[in-house]
């Protein structure tokens, strides 16, 4: 099962560099800074649940803990690229990457991350409550 929870979480990873990059490269363009964050996390949300909804039943976790266990997983991979992205390819400051996080400044990093942490449970839950 780890395997394929790393295998789903660089795929997240890889979709949300995406929707990053039509955040910057797009949103930023048609929409105040505050409103591209606020589509780019419904976005966001949206490729994570969809992705979740489409590979949870083949990474095949069989109870609340493991979909924890899988949402940790996928957390630590999506942090440590927002960390590693930052610091040493764009050479931002550390106060600077979790400024990022900050909810008080109108970032909704944080929010994204609690999302992704939540969604194996939460599709899990749905998913048996399809299969009923």
Not at 6 to 17: D, Q, R, S, T
Request: with cysteine; hydrophobic share 60%.
């Amino acid at each position: 099962m780890l395997l394929k929870t790393l295998a789903v979480g660089l795929l997240l990873a890889l979709a949300e560099i995406i929707n990053g990059n039509i955040r910057v490269r797009i949103l930023h363009r048609f929409y105040a800074l505050k409103r591209a964050k606020t589509l780019s996390l419904l976005l966001g949300t949206a490729i994570i649940y969809a992705i979740t909804w489409l590979t949870l039943p083949w990474v095949n976790p069989i109870s609340y803990l493991d979909c924890l266990n899988v949402g940790f997983v996928w957390l630590t991979i999506m942090l440590s690229l927002d960390i590693v992205v930052g610091r040493y390819l764009f050479k931002y400051k550390l106060h600077k990457i979790l400024d990022d996080f900050n909810l008080f400044r109108g970032n909704l990093l944080s929010m994204g991350m609690l999302l992704l942490f939540i969604s194996p449970c939460l599709v899990f839950w749905l998913q048996m409550k399809v299969m009923v």
